[in-house]
């Protein structure tokens, strides 16, 4: 059994840029956190959006959007490293629960990305295996901005590298890696029920940026990744 989508991933996302504005501003409603809401929730959920992120603990997905109980269905994880078990959460809600959008939200200053440049260098911290298994799909992001610009050696160097510029080309390279890891979100992107938006959350600002964007959605894009070389 499937569920139809309630909303236009274009409303979706309407919906959220508008609670990330009242965030920005201090002016938060709050909504859908009260005893009556956790109450009309308790047998079932029909959120309309997905979102898989970094496990950063500044970026509270209902905080910064301005959202509350039943809104959103998130996976969580240190980087935003597509597997099996993202691409597995982010299915069940596109099939099961009705979703019209999958938010996949990065952020500057991300430890993972750092700790990523980190093991591109010519002597890399030791980290434990599943770390450094969880930080491998991050490098090819490294690695094609520090090749483009030093052909001289391989080995990464942080001092000469902008480190929200890699994000952001780590960003769409996970966007892609969901498409890529799934015939089922590609599908419902491809027939119009479904959006994806990458985007970067401003720490200080508080601000999420749309960088890349794929399906039905017509979102003026910021920041967009430089994956050119
Ligand atoms: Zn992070």
Known sequence: MSTAPRVSPQEAWDELAQGNLRFVE????????????????????????AL????DSRLSAEIIFDRGLGDLFIARNMGHVVAESITASME?????????????????SCGAVAAAIDQMSEQPADVPVAVKNTLDPILPAVQHLWMREQRHTPYADATRLDADAIGRVHLANTVNDLLRSSRIISDAVAAGRLGIVGCQYRLAEGRVAPVSAVGPLGIALELIPDTSF
């Open 52 to 55: 898989f992120g970094c496990s």
């Open 92 to 108: 069940y809600a596109v099939v099961e629960l009705g979703v019209a959008l999958i938010v996949v939200l990065a952020h500057d």
């Open 26 to 49: 201090g002016g938060q409603e709050h909504p859908n956190q009260g005893v009556e809401r956790r109450s009309s929730l308790a047998a079932t959920q029909a959120p309309d959006v």
